[in-house]
DNA sequence: ATGGCTACGATCCGTAGA
């Protein structure tokens, strides 16, 4: 079987221990991480390549940074767009045993209507242009990430408390829909159709306590690859104990 | 216990996250 996890660490220095101890219960083939938090040099290229790790990185100081984590080496990686516009650290893409998969961070929005509510919106268009330039939806191919939308009710606590705000407006929710359009589906929902199941909680207020979360990360893959997911699971428990990352890692396994 | 945020960068608080 083919590992891959996706998981927003919130700042790669801050979770070094939690990532290694994650590499290490779950062997995972790839692992797509978000929020590095950190420039490219200062990743710890030296703690993931004890357990027999490398990785391809898109960092930058103190905000964002996306990285593919992978036990065969990346090649052909390439860091945001490729279409020479500068940058923040939130796309990187890059083959890894034949499959062309890719690490994105897409921006929060801060809030409906703020300025970064409209960079969000027009972020998100951006990587549905760059999917239809690059990709095919016949070929196998990974995105995943912390796509900061929850899609539907049921991936959020409390659907009518959360309607039209941040994460869960209209305007956002299309525009995820529009990028799945491209040809890419929920793995965790090819194996889980209830609600309740979330990736975040709020730090603050009691969020995982009282679960209340969102389910705003995910792995989406294209038909072929699709066909060929055998399960896909949200490790909860990773967001227990000290100092835990606000997301927790999602799952998917592939018989390639 | 799963418990009232956390990380960063610049100072001893402000900004950002979601």
């Known amino acids: 079987m083919w590992k891959v996890a996706a998981w927003n660490v919130n700042s790669v220095k801050a979770r070094l221990d939690r990532l290694l101890a994650f590499l290490e219960r779950e062997n995972p083939d790839v692992v797509l991480l978000q929020e590095l938090k950190c420039e490219e040099p ?6 993931i390549g ?3 790790y490398s990785a391809a990185v898109f960092g930058q100081k103190a905000y964002n940074g996306v990285a593919i984590v992978s036990k065969e080496p990346a ?14 650290a939130r796309f990187i893409s890059a083959t890894v045993q034949g499959v062309r998969v890719a690490s994105a961070y897409i921006p929060n929005g801060q809030a409906v209507g703020a300025e970064k509510y409209h960079y969000k919106l027009e972020w998100l268009a951006r990587l549905r242009r760059h999917l239809g330039a690059h990709y095919q939806s016949n070929q196998k191919f990974l995105l995943g990430g912390d796509f900061n939308v929850a899609p539907e009710d049921r991936d959020v ?13 209209d305007p956002e929710r299309a525009a995820l829909r529009d990028v799945c359009g491209f040809g890419l589906d929920d793995t965790f929902r090819k194996h889980h159709g209830e609600a309740g199941h979330f990736s975040w909680w709020d730090y603050r207020m009691l969020g ?3 679960n209340r979360g969102l389910r705003i ?7 072929p690859l699709m066909e060929a997911c055998h399960s896909a699971r949200i490790d909860r428990d990773e967001r227990k104990g000290t100092l835990p990352s606000d997301h927790a890692p999602v799952i998917a396994e592939f018989k390639l």
């Not at 200062?42 to 703690?47: A, I, L, V």
């Not at 390439?78 to 516009?85: I, P, S």
């Not at 659907?159 to 941040?166: L, S, T, Y």
């Not at 990360?217 to 038909?223: G, I, Q, R, V």
């Open 50 to 52: 004890n357990l027999g």
């Open 42 to 47: 200062n990743f710890p290229y030296e703690g």
């Open 208 to 210: 995982f306590p009282k």
């Open 217 to 223: 990360d995910f792995l989406l893959a294209t038909p």
């Open 75 to 88: 090649t052909d990686i390439v860091r945001g767009f490729g279409d020479g516009g500068l940058d923040e």
């Open 157 to 169: 606590h409390d659907p009518e408390a959360w309607r039209g705000q941040i994460l869960f407006s």
